[in-house]
Structure formats: C-alpha cells, structure tokens
Nanobody, 123 residues
Framework: VQLQASGGGLVQAGGSLRLSCAAS????????MGWFRQAPGKEREFVAA????????FYADSVKGRFTISRDNAKNTVLLQMNSLNPEDTAVYYC?????????????????WGQGTLVTVSS
C-alpha cells in the first residue's frame, strides 16, 4: 500500500487549499480514508475522515464548516478542501487509511500513512 499526498503550500490567512491523496496497492472503496495533521511542537491530531461504503464524514471541531473531505473510489483518491484557513492550521498534513467501516480519531488505528504535505498559513 502506498499513499501519496500533495497540494500543500503557502497561503495567506483566509485563503484556500485543496489536498489530494492517491492510494495504490489495493482497492480502497471499503476503507476509511482520513486526514491528520501535526503542527510544529504539537502532537498529531485528527482532522477528518470518510467512510468507504456510505461516504459518511467526520470532522474535528476545529475544522468543521471550513474543511470538506471527499473521495473518488474509482481513482482511490481522498481530497481535503480547506477554506478560511488561519495560521493555526499550519501543519504537516497526512493522509491515512484503515480497513473497515469504523472511524477512529486516534492515528494508531490507521496502519497506512502517506508522507505528509506541508501547509503554511501566513497572517
């Protein structure tokens, strides 16, 4: 299994970015696909996840209403549209997948991770 994240960059506060994560190595249509992030000096935290079968989405409170997760099962891709970004969103963003239908906010339940993509929001 390989996950390749992309789309990070530098953006001003209030701006938008879209992250993409392409998965390969198996069919992920029944997997949970999610995003986590780790800011400098902080622990990794859950951002959002989406179920494979139902498309049900879950978000961290800190990003609700600003971020939208989606997936394209035909392309084994998960996207994260990030709007109204603020400096507190600055972090390395990681995509992760786990088999099954249950969404965990703890990263330890996800066996497969991408390499991370850096998002920097300037004030």
């Amino acid at each position: 299994v390989q996950l390749q994240a992309s789309g990070g960059g530098l953006v001003q506060a209030g701006g938008s970015l879209r992250l993409s994560c392409a998965a390969s190595g198996r069919t992920f249509s029944t997997y949970v696909m999610g995003w986590f992030r780790q800011a400098p000096g902080k622990e990794r935290e859950f951002v959002a996840a989406i179920r494979g079968r139902t498309g049900t989405k879950f978000y961290a409170d800190s990003v609700k209403g600003r971020f939208t997760i989606s997936r394209d099962n035909a392309k084994n891709t998960v996207l994260l549209q990030m709007n109204s970004l603020n400096p507190e969103d600055t972090a390395v963003y990681y995509c992760a997948v786990r088999e099954g239908n249950y969404i965990y906010s703890e990263g330890g339940h996800y066996p497969y991770w991408g390499q991370g993509t850096l998002v920097t929001v300037s004030s």
